[in-house]
């Protein structure tokens, strides 16, 4: 990443994406999109390892402080806390 080259695509989102958190690990990552889909990616294999549709869009994500668990917000005002895989 340091070089700014693309070393890997991820591709499975069903939906534009309008949020992504790095693990501090460096080896998951969060997305979130539009049509409400979280979903938790192994950045080494590329799949996902996660997917979760709580309701409506999905406009950000972030970690517990103790990085067990994903907070996503919502279009609807609603937060959803989905354990971390």
């Not at 998951?28 to 390892?49: K, P």
């Not at 994500?61 to 103790?66: G, K, N, Q, R, S």
């Amino acid at each position: 990443m340091a070089a700014g080259n693309q070393v890997k695509q991820l591709t499975g989102q069903p939906d534009y994406i309008h949020a992504l958190a790095l693990h501090p690990d460096g080896k998951r990552l969060i997305s979130a999109g539009y049509g409400g889909n979280v979903m938790v990616w192994d950045l080494a294999s590329g799949n996902a390892v996660l997917t979760k549709k709580p309701a409506f869009g999905a406009y950000c994500v972030a970690l517990t402080p103790d990085k067990q668990a994903i907070v996503s917000g919502h279009e609807n005002g609603t937060c959803y806390l989905t354990p971390m895989p």
